[in-house]
């Protein structure tokens, strides 16, 4: 790194805006007496794509606000490489995603607390930090909070094809749910999103607008983390590269007296931490990074849903194929949306979920269902010009673990991101089954009307081997990286950060986001890592009193 051209101080620093990072920053500045700094590789943009909801086909895949990292290529996608979006900016993943609300099931967190030996990450405990931030349509409750940063809607467009489907589910044995985040979340029902009377309401908006005049917080935009500093083995800074509007151009040094937070995500942080040598011993040598201290985990323990995207043309039905591909059709979408905010414009990647088990085998449900109104090859493609669906369904509880590694030593080397889906023998046999009961439910009585045709991966596809080379032909990511600097007990070799969320044999740094997930949750992974980071704030506040 070149010389260094400015220098300062903050009490924290935090690393990455995405949702953990600008959800700690509002609540580390609420004290005044605190300085806080956020850093941000990219921007506050303003893009309207980025409020539209349906602005997502548009946003995945754009450098303007996706980090556009591709995948290895993979043996359990029969060799494909396939595009892995993170979002790029203040809100990160959240300026993209499905804008889903989801928790996961109670079990996830209980075995959290008895991984990490941690009685504080059960459910019961952690369901008061869900609710801290939640601003739930139906007001508090049990289940859900009020008044919080994080606007909980339900979606304001209606589809048939989808009722019809939640109907063939019960058919094949699905119930109904009223509610998927009261810690079980088996059956069918239309997910409930983050949204503002028909706008995305991202972690910029909720947690950095309301509160962008606290003198004590500094938002580092358009700066890249390049490696972290350290006295010994206290960090106490971060070295970053770039230009924003409020700091100098060419290198700088953002200096932590309390902490240094890692909130930059299940790519970003292990990153980050190999680059400053903190790591597995081979890898850094292979880049010549000195070894600060050895890591083995960091950056291994991938894991993801990976969704099996099947595809059936319907007949007699409107889809959004159907509207989308009509030039009246858009133009009745969009003054839909211009006068109500409501209609196609305004809808998330998937209306209706479905939890399910894929055998008797699974104690509680093990499948997860986004059913779409629409088809098309990837995001970024354009929709099919036939009406259709989508049944995506992806496997909660993955066995296989991929890692993320560098190729350069540079902040500006694109990762190795190995997922190393369909790896394992109980992944392949949950694929498979998988797919037979999405057949079964297209086949009930409830959709017959609709004459539903498998377009994608095809009928012929038959046996059990057949199933796994369709598996392997459309699966894909459905972006729910976690896990590659998992929590776990201070004497578990295999754990990054200890219960606590402090880096192992290092003072005075946290990692606070997906990546600390010893095991993905059973669900979308936004609301956990919110949920993640509202603890770090309150086991940082604690430290500073102590």
């Known amino acids: 790194m070149t010389d260094i051209t400015h220098t300062e101080d903050f009490d924290y620093v935090i690393v990455g805006g995405g949702s953990a990072g600008c959800l700690l920053a ?166 409930e999103v983050t949204q503002r009377r028909g706008l995305r309401w991202h972690a910029r908006r909720a947690f950095i607008t309301p509160v962008r005049d606290r003198p004590n917080l500094v938002l580092r935009e358009y700066s890249s983390a390049d490696h972290l500093l350290f006295e010994g083995r206290r960090c106490n800074g971060v070295a970053v590269v770039g230009q924003s509007r409020a700091l100098r151009p060419g290198p700088a040094q953002l200096r932590a007296r309390r902490e240094v937070i890692l909130t930059a995500g299940a790519i970003g942080s292990p990153l980050l931490l190999l680059r400053s040598g903190l790591g597995d011993p081979a890898q850094l040598q292979r880049w010549q990074i000195p070894v600060r201290h050895a890591l083995p985990a960091v950056g291994s323990n991938l894991q993801d849903h990976l969704q099996l995207r099947m595809v059936f043309k319907v007949q007699g039905i409107v889809t959004l194929n159907t509207q989308a591909n009509s030039l009246f059709g858009r133009a009745a979408m969009a003054l839909e949306y211009a006068l109500r905010r409501s209609g196609p414009l305004c809808m998330a990647p998937s209306q209706l979920g479905v939890f399910t088990r894929s055998s008797p085998a699974h104690a509680t449900p093990n499948l997860q269902y986004h059913i779409q109104p629409l088809s098309l090859d990837k995001f970024g493609d354009p929709l099919h010009d036939f009406p259709a669906f989508t049944a995506s369904v992806a496997n909660l509880r993955p066995t296989s673990r991929g890692h993320v590694r560098l190729t350069g030593r540079g902040f500006d080397a694109k990762p190795e991101i190995h997922c190393a889906y369909l790896s394992t ?55 729910h990286p976690v896990g590659t600097c998992r929590m776990g007990r201070r004497d578990d070799d295999a754990a990054v950060v200890d219960a606590q969320l402090r880096v192992r044999g290092i003072v005075g740094l946290r990692v606070a986001d997906a990546s600390v997930m010893p095991t993905i949750t059973s669900g979308n992974t936004n609301a956990p890592t919110m949920m993640i980071a509202e603890k770090a704030a309150v086991l940082l506040q604690t430290a500073a009193t102590a």
């Not at 063939?168 to 088996?186: C, H, L, M, V």
């Not at 959709?447 to 596809?461: I, Q, S």
């Open 26 to 191: 509002n609540r580390l500045s609420a004290d005044p007496g605190v300085r806080v700094c956020l850093v941000e590789a990219g921007g506050s943009d303003r893009w309207h794509w980025i409020d539209i909801p349906v602005g997502y086909l548009y946003c995945i895949a754009n450098p303007r606000t996706d980090w556009m990292y591709r995948s290895s290529e993979d043996p359990g996608l029969n060799g494909r490489s396939i595009h892995y979006a993170r979002g790029l900016g203040v809100g990160g993943c959240s300026l993209i995603n499905a804008m889903i609300y989801m928790r996961g099931q109670a079990r996830d967190y209980d075995e959290w607390a008895s991984l990490c030996g941690d009685a504080s990450w059960g459910w019961q405990q952690v369901l008061p930090l869900f609710k801290r931030h939640e601003d739930h349509f139906g007001g508090a409750s049990a289940w859900h909070g009020a008044g919080g940063e994080v606007r909980v809607e339900q979606q304001r467009l209606h589809w048939d094809l989808l009722d019809r489907f939640a109907d063939a589910a019960e058919q094949a044995g699905i119930p109904r749910s009223p509610d998927f985040n009261t810690g079980n979340n088996e059956g069918s029902g239309t997910f």
């Open 425 to 479: 023998p109980e992944d392949r046999q949950v694929a498979i089954e998988s797919l037979r009961l999405t057949r079964r439910i297209a086949g009930m009585p409830a959709l017959a009307a609709c004459a539903p045709r498998e377009f994608l991966p095809g009928a012929h596809y038959v046996s059990d081997a057949d199933l796994l080379a369709a598996a392997g032909n459309i699966g894909t990511t459905i972006f």
